[in-house]
């Protein structure tokens, strides 16, 4: 697989994978299918995985260093801080509030390099900004981390631009990671400017609209009972039917095109630019296998135009998150 650039030092290949479905608000799944899954990335070019300390809690950054320590030399490794835990609860609900206190970042960081059994994290991202905490003391406590030889790369997940520019003007930052897809483009405009303007790679997770731009998830009744997706306004009944509609656009112009609406979306996110590396979670092989294969798809400006338009956020019902969780988005 051909690969990419996040900031200056990580090279990636163009799809990366998501890792947090396999333990964690999907309602995970057999560790041995989920360990083949992994290596099946790796036998397809695969060479991004993403983790955080949050996902299980703790169990998806467990499975992820199991799975991957026969390849160490071959991947990059990214996990994410910045939520107080609550190790009585799971998923979701483990959420205890945020915490970007410099003794935090250092706190966590050491958790997160025994339970990945690495030496160093590759890319250690600040999962959501602190309004607590000026970012300038969490940054400046990630790269006390980076002097220290324990992390390679930081990264910042659903900042706003501002915040991005007074975090890169402390340590340069590698990569944003905020959700973005063909019905989510909150990114557009000034985030991912300044993501170009300061070269910083961008990577989407959810670029496949957590599964409903497939066109295999139709009612809430598909998810299981523990699916988080069960929660967000976007998956209700009536929202789901309303949007339906839109997919069934994306599924007529896949099927011309000989592709699975997965792919054509996932290729239209690659196709925004260079910079940006998608991170599709995939918990079965010929999903993972699917979506790898987006990245060989050829769409055309034209194309890529035309689809962006039929498909235009605002057409879609209902918000990504609830209000709480929307709050936390774009500081």
């Known amino acids: 697989m051909k690969t990419r650039k996040l900031g200056p030092h990580l090279a990636v290949s163009t799809v990366g994978l998501g890792c947090m479905g396999m333990s964690h608000a999907y309602g995970g799944q057999d560790e041995q299918e989920s360990i083949r899954t992994l290596h099946r990335a790796i036998d397809l070019g695969v060479t991004f995985f993403d983790t ?59 958790a997160s390099l025994k339970r990945l059994g690495v030496e160093v994290i590759d890319l250690f991202y600040q999962h959501r900004v602190d309004p607590n905490v000026p970012i300038e003391e969490t940054i400046g406590a990630m790269a006390d981390l980076v002097r220290e030889g324990k992390v390679r790369a ?19 930052i590698s990569a944003l990671q905020s959700e973005y897809s063909l019905w989510t483009r909150d990114p557009e405009g000034e985030v991912l400017d300044t993501c170009r303007e300061l070269g910083i790679g961008f990577v989407p ?38 949007n339906a509609s839109l997919v069934a656009l994306l599924e007529e112009m896949a099927t011309k095109k000989g ?37 060989d798809i050829t769409i055309s400006p034209e194309e890529t135009k035309a689809l962006g338009d039929m498909l235009a956020p605002e057409q879609f019902a209902g918000k990504r998150y609830g209000d709480a969780a929307m709050s936390l988005t774009n500081r």
Request: glycine share 8%; charged share 25%; hydrophobic share 40%.
């Open 52 to 110: 955080a300390e949050v996902y299980g809690p703790f169990e998806n950054e467990i499975l992820v260093g199991k799975a991957l320590k026969p390849y160490r030399d071959k991947v990059v490794i990214a996990t994410k801080f910045g939520f107080r835990i609550d190790t009585s609860k799971k998923d979701a609900g483990a959420m205890a509030g945020l915490d970007s206190r410099p003794e935090h970042v250092r706190e966590v960081a050491e």
């Open 259 to 295: 592709v699975t609406a997965a792919q054509l979306a996932l290729a239209w996110v690659i196709n925004q630019g260079d910079f940006i590396v998608p991170i599709p979670g995939a918990r079965k092989i010929p999903h993972l296998e699917q979506n790898v294969a987006a990245a």
């Open 154 to 172: 930081l990264g910042l997940s659903e900042a706003g631009a501002a915040q991005i520019r007074r975090a890169h003007a402390v340590h340069p």
């Open 205 to 242: 997770f959810s670029p496949l609209g957590r599964g409903f731009l497939t066109g295999k998830i139709q009612k809430p009744e598909d998810f299981g009972t523990d699916d988080f997706r069960r929660t967000l306004p976007r998956f209700n009944s009536e929202n789901m039917a309303s």
